[in-house]
């Protein structure tokens, strides 16, 4: 096998971004992405502070979202989100382009909106993912998104917020990465659910996922790696953390 548990592990960014979820969901939620020690936990922007908490010490980014999941905030609104997030201790932040603008072919627009939230963030010494939204999109809109975020040095575009009508595909990650510079990592968001998967779009040069079935990948990944299963402790954060 071309792969350690870590090399899977550090592909995941563990979601928990659904509006549904309560706080003993997101304590939970926290202790999973511990417990398997995920890339990041990317979870709604009021429970970052706390989320970025319990992560001191861990290998694992505090992430969350900005413009999320629609896009149309106006670019102040998203800075301030940016500001507020890192302000919480975000590491990782995932913003939705403004689909409309996108659409329209603003793409003065769209570059400087982009650009402001990466400056801001690399100010701060962190990083940020693009969320095109692909299902709404044509090709061309994919290319150009691509082109801008290597121009403004965003580190990684990202396939779909996976609340809209469609997530990742391969012809996406493929023209994704086709059209992007080396200096942009590559994420596939909504979808990916199963390790067999997440094999797939490595193979493609994806870097991250976007993944809420994190137990189930990383379960079926241990198991063929002949690894033990993991154990996810009830209260407080797992032994080592």
């Given amino acids: 096998m071309d792969y350690t548990y870590l090399d899977i592990a550090k592909m995941i960014d563990h979601s928990l971004l659904s509006p549904t979820m309560d706080v003993a969901t997101l304590e939970k939620g926290i202790l999973v992405g511990l417990a398997y020690d995920t890339a990041s936990i990317c979870i ?11 992560l001191t010490g861990s290998t694992i980014k505090a992430s969350t979202t900005i413009g999320f999941p629609h896009g149309g905030h106006t670019t102040a609104i998203k800075v301030a989100e940016a500001e507020q997030a890192l302000a ?4 990782e932040l995932d913003m ?59 580190d990684w575009v990202k396939t779909s917020t996976g609340y809209g009508t469609g997530g990742a595909t391969l012809d996406d ?36 996922v976007g993944a809420s079935a994190t137990a189930k990948i990383l379960d079926e990944c241990r198991a063929r790696l002949g690894l033990e299963p993991i154990q996810i402790a009830d209260k407080g954060a797992p032994s080592g953390y």
Avoid at 44 to 54: D, E, H, I, Q, S
Avoid at 88 to 91: K, L, P, R, S, V
Avoid at 174 to 186: E, F, G
Avoid at 200 to 205: P, Q, T
Wanted: hydrophobic share 40%.
């Fill in 44 to 54: 709604m922007p009021y429970y970052l502070k706390r989320c970025a908490r319990l």
């Fill in 88 to 91: 919480d201790g975000g590491q």
């Fill in 96 to 154: 939705v382009v403004n689909i409309s603008k996108v659409l329209s072919g603003d793409w003065s627009y769209v570059r400087d909106e982009i650009k402001a939230i990466v400056d801001v963030t690399h100010a701060a010494g962190q990083k940020v993912k693009v969320i095109f939204e692909n299902c709404y999109l044509k090709d061309e809109h994919k290319i150009r998104l691509c082109e801008i975020c290597g121009e403004v040095g965003a």
């Fill in 173 to 208: 990650l493929k023209l994704m990465r086709a059209h992007s510079p080396a200096h942009v990592q590559v994420k596939a968001a909504g979808g990916v659910r199963t390790f067999d998967q997440l094999l797939e779009v490595r193979a493609l040069g994806v870097t991250r």
